[in-house]
C-alpha cells in the first residue's frame, strides 16, 4: 500500500475508535442516568422566560465578506506551505516570486480594508 | 530570459492593480480613463519590443509566444482601448469607476492569456480569469434590474459550462496524461480510446460553444447583452468570442488533431445550426443590443465555417473575419453607446431619423452595419468572401450555399436599421451630441472597416505567414 | 502493514483517548485551582488532598445526569455535534511529538494536517447552535465560526516561518531542527501570534466571545447537559492542550532541554518530561490570562484578526525570508 494511502487510513481507523469510545460514553451514561422528561425540561431555554418566536428564522449573518475574503486567503495560505518547505533551496527567486503573488493578494485585502469590508457593520 | 516577453501582461495587470490601489486614497477619479488607456498604450508598444522567448523556463513552455499569439494580443490590446474609448461617458456616471477601468484590464488580460495558453491547465486559468472578470462587468450597473439578472445569468451558466470544460479537459488529461498541447498530440494516438474521447468532446464542444456562444449553447447571449452595460456587451462579443476561437483552434487543430475525422463532423452542423437560429431570431427583435446579440451569434456560425474549412486557407479566413469582426462590431456597439447615454433608448425604432439628429453617428453605424451584413467596400465582404472561398475549395458546397441564404437573411434586418436611421422621420429634432473620446472610437473603427475593406492585402499577408506553419502534418 | 501494526495503532487509540481524559481531568482542576488562588481564595479543597478527586467525582456525576434533548432540537444535529466537535480535537494528538519516537504517526504534512483537522470542529459548533434551536446557541455558534476562520489565517501565516527554518511540515523533523536553537528566538513575532491565535481559535478568554455567559448564557452549548455537555468541555480542553503542545513543538523546542542523558534509556523519560513541563506553562499562561483580561468586543477581535495579525504575519514571512537568505550567504 502506498504511503499516503497508509496514512489517510489511520485517520480513518482513529476516526472510527473516537466515535466509537464516545458512543460507549454515551451509551454508559444512558444506562445509569435517569430520565424524567417534563414539558417544562424540554423547552427551549431563554433564561427562564418562557420562549419568544422561533430561532430558526431569516438574520443577516454579518461576516458573510469576512466568509469570503476567509476562502481567498485560506487557499494563499495552502500555496505559502509548499514554498516555505523548498524555500531554503530557491533562495531569492523564491522570495521574489512569493512575494508578487502575495503582493498581488494584499491589494485585495487592502481593497476590502479600504472598502469597509472589514468593518463590523 | 522568457519572462521579459510577458512585459505586455505584466503592464497591463500592474495597471489594472494600480488603478485599484489609487481608488482607495485619491479623491479625484477622473485620470482612470487615462490611466487604463496609458496601461494599453504601453502593452502595445512593448509587444512590438524584440524580447526573445527561447527560454525553457516553465512559464514560457505554458504559454505559446508565436505570431499568431502575437496577432491576438494585438488585435485584443486594440480592441480593449477602443472599448475604454467608448466606455467613458458610461462609465463617468458610475460610482466605481476605477473598479470597472481595472476589470476590463483584467478581462483583457485574460483574453490575452487566452489567445496565447499552450496547455491545459494555463489555458482553463486564464479562462477563468476572463470569465470572472465579465460575470462582475455584466452585472456592473448596480441598480439595474436587467443588469443584475444579466450578470446573474451569465453567471449561473458560466459556472456550468466552465466546470462542463474543465470536465472534458479532465478526461484529455486522464487519456494523455499530459497538458501540453504538442504532447498531447503526439501521446493521444497512443492511448486513443473511443468512448472517453467521444466523451471529452462532448463536454469539449459544449464548453467552447458555450464561450463562444454557438447554437445550441447560445441561451444566454441576448439577455448578458441587453442587460449588460453597452460598452461591456461589445468586449465581449469581440474579446472573449475571439480569445475562446483562439483556444478552439490551439486545442482541435493542435491537440486533438489526430482524433479529426471524430470532431470535423461537428463543426459544419454547429456553424449551420449557428448562423441560421441566429439570423432568424434577429429578424424579429426590437431591441438593438438583442439584435447584435443574434447578430453576433451568427457571425460566430461564418466564423466557424472557417475552422470547419480545416485548411490554413480556411484558419487564415477565420483570423481575419476575426480581425474585421472586432472593428465592425465596436463600430456598431459604439454607436449604440452614444444613442443609448444620449436618448436612454435601445430600441430600434428609437433610431428613427437619426441622419438629421447625428449624421456623423448614421454614418458610423450604417457603415458598420453594412459590414456587417457583408457588403462590398466593407471589412465584412473580404472576410466573408475569404472565409466562403476557404469552405469553397474544400469542396463543402452546401455549407457555402447555407451561408449565402444566411447572409441575404441578414441584410434584411441590418437594412431594417438602416432604414430606420435615414428614412422614417424623427420622433424628436433633438441633436446626439458625441463626445470625444467616443468620437475618436468611431473614426477609428470606422477607418478600419474601410481599410479592411479597401485594401486588404497587407493584413492577408500577415495572417497567410502566421497560418501557413499550423498544418505541417 | 498486518494486522499487529492495527493492533498497535488501536492500542494507541484508546491511550490516547485516555491521555485526554486524564489530562482534562488534571486541567479542570488546575484551571480552578489556579482562579482560586488568582482571586485570593483556595479552590477546590474537599475531595482529595487540595480538592485533586473533584474533578473525578465531577464527572462521575455527569455521567449519571440526565441528558435533556429540547423538544423543539434538530434530533440528529444535537446528538452528532458532540461527536463533530470531539473527533477532529481528538485526532490532532495524531502528530503530537511527546518525545523521541513517542508520536502516533510523523505525517510529512503533520503541522497541515494539526492546522486543518482541529478547525472541523467549527462545523460541530455551529451544528451544535443551530441544532439547538435556542437564540443563545445559534448566536454562539456564528461567532464561534466567524472567529475560527478569521484566525485560522493569522495561524496557519504565523508558522510559515517556522516550516521555512525547518524545511519541513513533519512535527519531528521541525523538533529536530530546534536542536540547537529554540525557534522561539528566530520567531518571536511568529509565537506571539500563533499563541494568540491559540487563545481565539480553542475560544478561550479573551476570545471567549462564542460562549460569553454573561451575554449568551453559555453560547452553544446552551441546550446541552449532562454527559453530551463534558464531552463539549472535554474537546476545549484537549484543544487546549493540543493547541499549547504545538506550540512547544513550533517554538519552544519541543522535547529538547538540558540535562538530558544521552543514549540512557530513561532519556526519553526526561525528554517527555521536559515536554510536558513547558506545555503546562503555556497552558498555565492561557488560565493566567483567563483570570486576568476582559474579554474582547466582536468588532475588535475581528479587527484585530485581520487589520493587526494577518499584516504582521506576512512581514513576519518576508522578515524570515530575508533572514534565512541573509544567514545562508552569510555560511555559505
Same mark, same amino acid.
Given at each position: 500500500?502506498?504511503?499516503?494511502?497508509?496514512?489517510?487510513?489511520?485517520?480513518?481507523?482513529?476516526?472510527?475508535?473516537?466515535?466509537?469510545?464516545?458512543?460507549?460514553?454515551?451509551?454508559?451514561?444512558?444506562?445509569?442516568?435517569?430520565?424524567?422528561?417534563?414539558?417544562? +425540561?424540554?423547552?427551549?431555554?431563554?433564561?427562564?422566560?418562557?420562549?419568544?418566536?422561533?430561532?430558526?428564522?431569516?438574520?443577516?449573518?454579518?461576516?458573510?465578506?469576512?466568509?469570503?475574503?476567509?476562502?481567498?486567503?485560506?487557499?494563499?495560505?495552502?500555496?505559502?506551505?509548499?514554498?516555505?518547505?523548498?524555500?531554503?533551496?530557491?533562495?531569492?527567486?523564491?522570495?521574489?516570486?512569493?512575494?508578487?503573488?502575495?503582493?498581488?493578494?494584499?491589494?485585495?485585502?487592502?481593497?476590502?480594508?479600504?472598502?469597509?469590508?472589514?468593518?463590523?457593520? | 530570459?522568457?519572462?521579459?516577453?510577458?512585459?505586455?501582461?505584466?503592464?497591463?495587470?500592474?495597471?489594472?492593480?494600480?488603478?485599484?490601489?489609487?481608488?482607495?486614497?485619491?479623491?479625484?477619479?477622473?485620470?482612470?480613463?487615462?490611466?487604463?488607456?496609458?496601461?494599453?498604450?504601453?502593452?502595445?508598444?512593448?509587444?512590438?519590443?524584440?524580447?526573445?522567448?527561447?527560454?525553457?523556463?516553465?512559464?514560457?513552455?505554458?504559454?505559446?509566444?508565436?505570431?499568431?499569439?502575437?496577432?491576438?494580443?494585438?488585435?485584443?490590446?486594440?480592441?480593449?482601448?477602443?472599448?475604454?474609448?467608448?466606455?467613458?461617458?458610461?462609465?463617468?456616471?458610475?460610482?466605481?469607476?476605477?473598479?470597472?477601468?481595472?476589470?476590463?484590464?483584467?478581462?483583457?488580460?485574460?483574453?490575452?492569456?487566452?489567445?496565447?495558453?499552450?496547455?491545459?491547465?494555463?489555458?482553463?486559468?486564464?479562462?477563468?480569469?476572463?470569465?470572472?472578470?465579465?460575470?462582475?462587468?455584466?452585472?456592473?450597473?448596480?441598480?439595474?434590474?436587467?443588469?443584475?439578472?444579466?450578470?446573474?445569468?451569465?453567471?449561473?451558466?458560466?459556472?456550468?459550462?466552465?466546470?462542463?470544460?474543465?470536465?472534458?479537459?479532465?478526461?484529455?488529461?486522464?487519456?494523455?496524461?499530459?497538458?501540453?498541447?504538442?504532447?498531447?498530440?503526439?501521446?493521444?494516438?497512443?492511448?486513443?480510446?473511443?468512448?472517453?474521447?467521444?466523451?471529452?468532446?462532448?463536454?469539449?464542444?459544449?464548453?467552447?460553444?458555450?464561450?463562444?456562444?454557438?447554437?445550441?449553447?447560445?441561451?444566454?447571449?441576448?439577455?448578458?447583452?441587453?442587460?449588460?452595460?453597452?460598452?461591456?456587451?461589445?468586449?465581449?462579443?469581440?474579446?472573449?468570442?475571439?480569445?475562446?476561437?483562439?483556444?478552439?483552434?490551439?486545442?482541435?487543430?493542435?491537440?486533438?488533431?489526430?482524433?479529426?475525422?471524430?470532431?470535423?463532423?461537428?463543426?459544419?452542423?454547429?456553424?449551420?445550426?449557428?448562423?441560421?437560429?441566429?439570423?432568424?431570431?434577429?429578424?424579429?427583435?426590437?431591441?438593438? +443590443?438583442?439584435?447584435?446579440?443574434?447578430?453576433?451569434?451568427?457571425?460566430?456560425?461564418?466564423?466557424?465555417?472557417?475552422?470547419?474549412?480545416?485548411?490554413?486557407?480556411?484558419?487564415?479566413?477565420?483570423?481575419?473575419?476575426?480581425?474585421?469582426?472586432?472593428?465592425?462590431?465596436?463600430?456598431?456597439?459604439?454607436?449604440?453607446?452614444?444613442?443609448?447615454?444620449?436618448?436612454?433608448?435601445?430600441?430600434?425604432?428609437?433610431?428613427?431619423?437619426?441622419?438629421?439628429?447625428?449624421?456623423?453617428?448614421?454614418?458610423?453605424?450604417?457603415?458598420?452595419?453594412?459590414?456587417?451584413?457583408?457588403?462590398?467596400?466593407?471589412?465584412?465582404?473580404?472576410?466573408?468572401?475569404?472565409?466562403?472561398?476557404?469552405?469553397?475549395?474544400?469542396?463543402?458546397?452546401?455549407?457555402?450555399?447555407?451561408?449565402?441564404?444566411?447572409?441575404?437573411?441578414?441584410?434584411?434586418?441590418?437594412?431594417?436599421?438602416?432604414?430606420?436611421?435615414?428614412?422614417?422621420?424623427?420622433?424628436?429634432?433633438?441633436?446626439?451630441?458625441?463626445?470625444?473620446?467616443?468620437?475618436?472610437?468611431?473614426?477609428?473603427?470606422?477607418?478600419?472597416?474601410?481599410?479592411?475593406?479597401?485594401?486588404?492585402?497587407?493584413?492577408?499577408?500577415?495572417?497567410?505567414?502566421?497560418?501557413?506553419?499550423?498544418?505541417?502534418? | 502493514?498486518?494486522?499487529?501494526?492495527?493492533?498497535?495503532?488501536?492500542?494507541?487509540?484508546?491511550?490516547?483517548?485516555?491521555?485526554?481524559?486524564?489530562?482534562?481531568?488534571?486541567?479542570?482542576?488546575?484551571?480552578?485551582?489556579?482562579?482560586?488562588?488568582?482571586?485570593?481564595?483556595?479552590?477546590?479543597?474537599?475531595?482529595?488532598?487540595?480538592?485533586?478527586?473533584?474533578?473525578?467525582?465531577?464527572?462521575?456525576?455527569?455521567?449519571?445526569?440526565?441528558?435533556?434533548?429540547?423538544?423543539?432540537?434538530?434530533?440528529?444535529?444535537?446528538?452528532?455535534?458532540?461527536?463533530?466537535?470531539?473527533?477532529?480535537?481528538?485526532?490532532?494528538?495524531?502528530?503530537?511529538?511527546?518525545?523521541?519516537?513517542?508520536?502516533?504517526?510523523?505525517?510529512?504534512?503533520?503541522?497541515?494536517?494539526?492546522?486543518?483537522?482541529?478547525?472541523?470542529?467549527?462545523?460541530?459548533?455551529?451544528?451544535?447552535?443551530?441544532?439547538?434551536?435556542?437564540?443563545?446557541?445559534?448566536?454562539?455558534?456564528?461567532?464561534?465560526?466567524?472567529?475560527?476562520?478569521?484566525?485560522?489565517?493569522?495561524?496557519?501565516?504565523?508558522?510559515?516561518?517556522?516550516?521555512?527554518?525547518?524545511?519541513?511540515?513533519?512535527?519531528?523533523?521541525?523538533?529536530?531542527?530546534?536542536?540547537?536553537?529554540?525557534?522561539?528566538?528566530?520567531?518571536?513575532?511568529?509565537?506571539?501570534?500563533?499563541?494568540?491565535?491559540?487563545?481565539?481559535?480553542?475560544?478561550?478568554?479573551?476570545?471567549?466571545?462564542?460562549?460569553?455567559?454573561?451575554?449568551?448564557?453559555?453560547?452553544?452549548?446552551?441546550?446541552?447537559?449532562?454527559?453530551?455537555?463534558?464531552?463539549?468541555?472535554?474537546?476545549?480542553?484537549?484543544?487546549?492542550?493540543?493547541?499549547?503542545?504545538?506550540?512547544?513543538?513550533?517554538?519552544?523546542?519541543?522535547?529538547?532541554?538540558?540535562?538530558?542523558?544521552?543514549?540512557?534509556?530513561?532519556?526519553?523519560?526526561?525528554?517527555?518530561?521536559?515536554?510536558?513541563?513547558?506545555?503546562?506553562?503555556?497552558?498555565?499562561?492561557?488560565?493566567?490570562?483567563?483570570?486576568?483580561?476582559?474579554?474582547?468586543?466582536?468588532?475588535?477581535?475581528?479587527?484585530?484578526?485581520?487589520?493587526?495579525?494577518?499584516?504582521?504575519?506576512?512581514?513576519?514571512?518576508?522578515?524570515?525570508?530575508?533572514?534565512?537568505?541573509?544567514?545562508? +550567504?552569510?555560511?555559505?
Amino acid at each position: 500500500m502506498e504511503f499516503y494511502l497508509l496514512d489517510v487510513l489511520l485517520v480513518l481507523i482513529f476516526s472510527g475508535i473516537g466515535i466509537i469510545l464516545i458512543a460507549l460514553i454515551f451509551g454508559l451514561s444512558k444506562l445509569i442516568s435517569t430520565a424524567k422528561p417534563s414539558e417544562v +425540561k424540554e423547552s427551549t431555554y431563554e433564561c427562564g422566560n418562557v420562549p419568544i418566536g422561533e430561532s430558526w428564522i431569516q438574520f443577516r449573518v454579518r461576516y458573510y465578506i469576512f466568509a469570503l475574503l476567509f476562502v481567498i486567503l485560506d487557499i494563499e495560505m495552502i500555496f505559502l506551505f509548499p514554498w516555505a518547505i523548498v524555500f531554503q533551496r530557491m533562495g531569492l527567486f523564491a522570495l521574489i516570486e512569493m512575494a508578487i503573488f502575495v503582493g498581488l493578494l494584499v491589494v485585495g485585502l487592502v481593497y476590502a480594508w479600504r472598502k469597509g469590508a472589514l468593518k463590523w457593520v | 530570459m522568457g519572462y521579459l516577453s510577458f512585459l505586455p501582461e505584466m503592464v497591463i495587470l500592474a495597471f489594472a492593480c494600480i488603478i485599484l490601489i489609487l481608488d482607495l486614497f485619491s479623491s479625484k477619479k477622473n485620470y482612470f480613463f487615462s490611466l487604463a488607456l496609458i496601461a494599453l498604450v504601453l502593452a502595445l508598444v512593448t509587444i512590438f519590443l524584440p524580447f526573445s522567448s527561447n527560454s525553457n523556463s516553465l512559464i514560457t513552455q505554458m504559454f505559446f509566444r508565436d505570431s499568431m499569439a502575437k496577432f491576438f494580443r494585438v488585435t485584443f490590446i486594440v480592441a480593449a482601448s477602443l472599448i475604454i474609448l467608448i466606455s467613458n461617458d458610461w462609465a463617468r456616471k458610475s460610482n466605481f469607476r476605477s473598479e470597472y477601468y481595472s476589470f476590463i484590464l483584467f478581462a483583457t488580460l485574460g483574453i490575452m492569456l487566452m489567445a496565447s495558453a499552450g496547455e491545459l491547465v494555463s489555458m482553463y486559468i486564464s479562462l477563468e480569469l476572463t470569465s470572472l472578470s465579465f460575470y462582475a462587468l455584466v452585472a456592473f450597473s448596480k441598480g439595474d434590474l436587467k443588469s443584475s439578472e444579466a450578470g446573474l445569468k451569465y453567471l449561473i451558466l458560466g459556472v456550468i459550462s466552465s466546470d462542463v470544460l474543465l470536465f472534458g479537459l479532465a478526461l484529455i488529461y486522464g487519456l494523455t496524461g499530459a497538458t501540453r498541447f504538442s504532447e498531447i498530440a503526439s501521446i493521444l494516438p497512443r492511448t486513443f480510446s473511443e468512448p472517453a474521447f467521444l466523451l471529452s468532446l462532448i463536454f469539449l464542444v459544449a464548453g467552447f460553444g458555450f464561450k463562444i456562444a454557438l447554437v445550441p449553447f447560445h441561451m444566454w447571449v441576448p439577455d448578458a447583452y441587453e442587460g449588460a452595460p453597452t460598452p461591456v456587451a461589445a468586449f465581449m462579443s469581440v474579446g472573449s468570442k475571439a480569445a475562446a476561437f483562439a483556444i478552439t483552434i490551439r486545442i482541435f487543430l493542435g491537440a486533438l488533431a489526430v482524433a479529426q475525422n471524430f470532431w470535423s463532423i461537428l463543426l459544419p452542423l454547429l456553424a449551420v445550426l449557428s448562423m441560421t437560429l441566429g439570423n432568424l431570431v434577429a429578424l424579429v427583435q426590437t431591441n438593438i +443590443k438583442r439584435m447584435l446579440a443574434y447578430s453576433s451569434i451568427a457571425q460566430a456560425g461564418y466564423v466557424l465555417m472557417g475552422i470547419a474549412a480545416l485548411s490554413a486557407f480556411g484558419i487564415s479566413g477565420t483570423l481575419y473575419y476575426l480581425l474585421a469582426y472586432t472593428f465592425t462590431n465596436i463600430c456598431a456597439f459604439a454607436a449604440v453607446t452614444v444613442f443609448a447615454s444620449q436618448t436612454g433608448s435601445e430600441e430600434i425604432k428609437d433610431f428613427a431619423g437619426l441622419s438629421q439628429r447625428s449624421p456623423t453617428l448614421a454614418l458610423a453605424l450604417t457603415i458598420s452595419l453594412l459590414s456587417l451584413a457583408g457588403m462590398p467596400l466593407f471589412a465584412g465582404f473580404v472576410a466573408k468572401f475569404y472565409i466562403f472561398a476557404s469552405v469553397a475549395l474544400q469542396k463543402l458546397y452546401w455549407l457555402v450555399a447555407v451561408a449565402l441564404i444566411n447572409t441575404a437573411i441578414s441584410l434584411y434586418y441590418y437594412l431594417m436599421v438602416v432604414k430606420q436611421i435615414y428614412i422614417v422621420p424623427p420622433v424628436s429634432k433633438e441633436p446626439i451630441l458625441i463626445s470625444l473620446p467616443s468620437r475618436v472610437a468611431l473614426q477609428l473603427t470606422v477607418f478600419g472597416i474601410l481599410l479592411l475593406g479597401i485594401y486588404p492585402g497587407p493584413f492577408i499577408k500577415t495572417i497567410g505567414a502566421i497560418t501557413k506553419n499550423l498544418f505541417i502534418t | 502493514m498486518n494486522f499487529s501494526f492495527l493492533y498497535l495503532m488501536g492500542v494507541a487509540g484508546v491511550g490516547i483517548f485516555i491521555f485526554i481524559a486524564l489530562s482534562v481531568l488534571i486541567l479542570v482542576w488546575l484551571e480552578r485551582k489556579v482562579a482560586g488562588h488568582i482571586q485570593s481564595r483556595m479552590g477546590p479543597m474537599r475531595v482529595g488532598w487540595h480538592g485533586l478527586v473533584q474533578t473525578l467525582a465531577d464527572m462521575v456525576k455527569l455521567i449519571s445526569k440526565e441528558s435533556i434533548l429540547p423538544a423543539k432540537a434538530d434530533k440528529w444535529l444535537f446528538f452528532l455535534a458532540p461527536f463533530v466537535v470531539f473527533i477532529p480535537a481528538y485526532l490532532s494528538y495524531m502528530v503530537i511529538p511527546f518525545a523521541p519516537k513517542l508520536i502516533i504517526r510523523d505525517f510529512n504534512i503533520g503541522l497541515l494536517y494539526f492546522l486543518a483537522i482541529p478547525s472541523i470542529s467549527v462545523v460541530g459548533i455551529i451544528m451544535a447552535g443551530w441544532g439547538s434551536n435556542n437564540k443563545y446557541a445559534l448566536l454562539g455558534g456564528l461567532r464561534s465560526a466567524a472567529q475560527i476562520i478569521s484566525y485560522e489565517i493569522p495561524r496557519a501565516l504565523s508558522v510559515v516561518g517556522v516550516v521555512m527554518l525547518a524545511g519541513s511540515m513533519s512535527t519531528v523533523t521541525i523538533v529536530k531542527s530546534q536542536s540547537s536553537i529554540w525557534f522561539i528566538l528566530l520567531q518571536p513575532l511568529g509565537f506571539l501570534i500563533y499563541f494568540i491565535s491559540t487563545l481565539a481559535e480553542v475560544n478561550r478568554i479573551p476570545f471567549d466571545l462564542p460562549e460569553a455567559e454573561s451575554e449568551l448564557v453559555a453560547g452553544f452549548h446552551t441546550e446541552y447537559s449532562g454527559i453530551k455537555w463534558s464531552i463539549f468541555m472535554m474537546s476545549e480542553y484537549a484543544n487546549v492542550f493540543a493547541g499549547c503542545a504545538l506550540c512547544v513543538v513550533l517554538f519552544l523546542g519541543g522535547w529538547h532541554g538540558f540535562l538530558i542523558p544521552k543514549g540512557e534509556p530513561w532519556s526519553s523519560v526526561v525528554s517527555l518530561i521536559w515536554f510536558m513541563v513547558k506545555t503546562l506553562i503555556l497552558i498555565f499562561l492561557m488560565m493566567w490570562l483567563r483570570w486576568t483580561l476582559p474579554r474582547f468586543r466582536v468588532d475588535q477581535l475581528m479587527d484585530l484578526s485581520w487589520k493587526v495579525f494577518l499584516p504582521l504575519a506576512l512581514i513576519n514571512i518576508g522578515l524570515t525570508g530575508l533572514f534565512i537568505l541573509g544567514a545562508l +550567504k552569510l555560511f555559505s
